[in-house]
């Protein structure tokens, strides 16, 4: 079975086909708005392009994330099994998407109105808030579960005081922006949803751009409605862009210590230890796909909407 590689980028302009062999024409890239692309070599040219494979990435990508993060869990360190699910996936989406096409990108592309209306008829701001809510409460849990295991791993030597220096920060760091902020997040929910404060305490927090929105807006509750959309979006959004950052720091710095540093502990040390690095990989791409749906957020709350 020819190997498949799920690759994510931050656009198509990321795919260097300068750069890339006939032994690459499995991959399959997703970028940041779901798009998905291939490789396809063409005879009569001699070279590699690009093709895009779903011309319906907004509907697709959802159903897409949501499977190759069950196999991120499953199989972190399994390539064999991980190339055979990626197989599935995509056998999983030509199945559910009639319209799964095989063409070069440039001509698939949607006007900006279409792509707005697949994002309004796709997305349910209240459902992604109330998921993420409940996400966040596990993530909690999962920091504190990520720094136990690490401290008794012993992976991290007290003898290497840089190593040691690092972790004292980086953890207080996760407690600061990632603990204490869920809570605050968690806190603001519950009151917008279970006892709101008055319009005005609202409004005093507001920048002036956001006021002049709810200027324009009519009647209390279509302004309180707005007000918690926003609130919610930014509070999300940066926490989870802290979190993102100082996760992906962690994981380069355990992905560094890997070889060096576990050598001579003990079998469950050594399994705290990967557990660790397995929680931290997973969280970072649960984080990115929140991350996804608050672009989507931002669209539907401040579309047409000068701010």
């Known amino acids: 079975m020819p ?21 690459d024409l499995n991959n399959r890239y997703i970028d940041a708005r779901g798009n998905m692309y291939g490789l396809r070599y063409n005879q009569k040219d ?6 895009r494979i779903i011309r319906t990435p ?11 993060l069950e196999r991120r869990r499953k199989m972190v360190q399994a390539s064999v099994e991980e190339n055979e699910g990626n197989q599935e996936i995509l056998k999983e989406i030509e199945e559910a998407n009639p319209l799964f096409a095989d063409e070069p990108f440039e001509n698939a592309e949607q ?16 459902a992604f ?44 760091t996760i407690d600061i922006d990632g603990i204490q902020r869920i809570d605050k997040v ?43 959309l926003a609130e919610m979006f930014f509070a999300i959004r940066n ?11 962690l994981e380069d710095f355990l992905l560094s ?26 969280t970072i791409a649960e984080t990115e796909e929140i991350l996804q749906g608050c672009m989507k957020l931002e669209h539907h709350i401040f579309k047409e909407r000068k701010l």
């Open 3 to 23: 190997k498949v590689r799920i690759i994510r980028i931050t656009s198509v302009e990321d795919i260097d086909v300068s750069k890339v062999s006939v032994y």
């Open 129 to 172: 808030i109330k998921q993420t809510i409940e996400t966040m409460q596990k993530h909690r849990e999962r920091l504190h579960g990520i720094m136990m295991n690490i401290k008794n791993s012993n992976a991290i030597r007290e003898s290497d005081r840089e190593g040691n220096a690092y972790l004292i920060n980086v953890f207080r």
């Open 186 to 228: 968690l806190a603001e929910h519950k009151e917008f949803v279970s006892y709101p404060r008055s319009l005005v305490y609202y409004l005093s927090k507001l920048d002036t751009r956001s006021k002049n929105i709810v200027d324009s807006l009519n009647g209390e509750s279509e302004k309180m409605r707005f007000i918690f």
């Open 257 to 282: 210590k890997s070889n060096s540093n576990v050598r001579g502990i003990s079998h469950t040390e050594l399994k705290m230890f990967e557990d660790a690095k397995i929680s931290v990989h997973n």
């Open 46 to 51: 001699k070279k590699i392009e690009i093709i």
């Open 58 to 68: 907004i509907k697709a990508a959802g159903y897409f994330d949501k499977k190759i």
């Open 239 to 249: 926490l989870y862009r802290n979190l993102h950052k100082i996760l992906r720091e």
């Open 111 to 126: 006007t900006p109105q279409e792509k707005s209306q697949l994002q309004e008829s796709s997305f349910n701001p209240d």
